[in-house]
């Protein structure tokens, strides 16, 4: 199977970056796999579990929102926050929802209680792809 060359970068730090057989993503309009050759385009990245093949093996990442552009060099997805499923704390993302939840209903302000009732949905959005 071709290759093509991928890079996972989040604001901490380049998670890869090197050959991969095939890529599924959480795209914004719904899951989208990438394969070798693959039409350039830009999207964003929706709250979910990215998957990268290499040879036999596969490697989950939970993302949490970002953009991933498909180019003639190949995939580039610049997530939000990135960090690979068994080291994922599914306890601390249930610890931020139930404080987002907290900070909704206590705030007074229309705008920042939109801001933070954002955060919220992606947050849940989060745990319903973790199947939590």
Known sequence: MATFHFDLVSP???LFSGDVNQV???GAEGDFGVLAGHAPFVTT???GILTLFNGGSALKV?????FAEV????LTVLADMAVPLD??????LASQI???EEDVAD?????????LAHKLDRLRALQAALGA
């Not at 180019?71 to 190949?74: E, K, L, R, T, Y």
């Not at 080291?87 to 601390?92: K, L, V």
């Open 62 to 66: 939970v993302v949490n929102g970002g």
């Open 98 to 100: 139930k404080d987002a």
């Open 71 to 74: 180019n003639p060099q190949g």
């Open 45 to 47: 990245v929706r709250p």
């Open 87 to 92: 080291d994922f704390d599914r306890s601390e």
């Open 24 to 26: 599924d993503v959480p």
């Open 12 to 14: 901490e730090k380049l």
């Open 107 to 115: 705030e007074k302000d229309d705008w920042t209680r939109d801001k």
